[in-house]
């Protein structure tokens, strides 16, 4: 008898082994089907689209009962997670999607919601029979092309561009279709009508376009706004304050998790780089010298890794190889487009005087990895040449927060650099200033 219980008794440790490899080697595989592929500053979709699935489904939970805006410094991926959002909609709702950048006139943000609804077969009727005028813009588009219907819709809608928009809006409506509207880069429009016409217009479709978010005709739309600059500035300097987007529910998209990171780091070098084996130190070099694991950082690295992998006629990537190229070639001047727009957007962004101190305080920061608030707020005043003043200080220290240049820690109230790739840049190239 004590010998068959011991046999019965130790298949069991046998079995659950076995069961366990086999239930590790399921999840490996189901992990693997992901083979994310370089897709540097273009939208991500299908299997390039990395872990961002809690997010899509707390855009889409939030979207039940309410509008959302999408906020996200440029690079995070905030664009291929609206197009996700469009091209898989949920919840019984047809969506369009336009981006708003490079866009200077309330009229445009009209024409570009009547040419995609017109495009879709399910609203073209609708929109079609809005009004007399509507027709004429669009009753030869096939002949005329959609270019010059654009032309000759935006001169049919700028003289009573509000009501023409909730005209074509309301003849949509009656279709009883749940619709979400998806733009992006909202806050630049924004700032674009301003900066061409003044602040009383972007007031103007500010209010209007709060007014159509609310109208009780409207029930069935949502919109999901997204925007990579921050909309508190450009709201304060315009004149309305935050009650102008009060409605909306804010999300913010950050960087990957660090185990995300690890992982999308191994899925590009494995599945694009064609490497057989990734060694965790090679890994743990690319999360070192980038920082916050931001998919768009993470691609430079890895895809110039890559490059040097073959030009070398290397078969393994050692840490020492990635810190090369890191220095060579990633902050070389052959790179440059990668990070130039965190530069020339502040210059875009603020008034001259505004902007050179941004610049300054950004460089004190880089500098120094971490600065106090205090020292940064002596710094502002002398640089200030207007008379200082601690809410403009705040302001700008909030702004450049919001746009992922600094982080603000709140247990020793010091500012640090967002990540390492973006202050190594930083210092290469605008470390210049006295101080």
Known sequence: MQEPERRVLTIYPICYIIISLYNCKIMTEVRAVQNP???????????????????IDHIWKSLEKTSVFLKAPRRFGKTSI??????????????????????????????????DLISNSKFKKAVISTKKWFKEAFQRIEEIGLATARLKLKDHVRQGWQDKGFEILSCVAESHKKILFIIDELPTLIQNIATKHENHAACEFLNWFRQIRQHPKLPEFRWLVGGSIGIEYILEKVGTGPRTINDFEIINIGAFSGEEGRGYVKALLVGDGGIKRVSNVAIEKIMELVGPPVPYF?????SESLKAMERLRRTTLTPEAIEEVFHGQVLGPASKTYFMHYYQRLKEYYTPGLARIAHRLVLEVARCKRKGKQDLWRLFKAHSTEKPDESAFNSLMTDLENDFYIIYNYADKTYGFSTNILRAWWLRYHDVEVV
């Open 37 to 55: 592929g370089f897709v540097i500053g273009n939208i991500a979709k299908g299997d390039d689209m990395w872990d961002r699935k809690a997010e």
């Open 82 to 115: 609206m197009f996700n959002l469009f091209e898989n909609p949920r919840l019984g709702y047809e969506t369009v999607f336009f981006d708003a950048e490079g866009r200077n006139d309330p009229e445009d943000f009209v024409v570009a919601l009547a040419v």
């Open 298 to 302: 993470i691609q430079i690295l890895a």
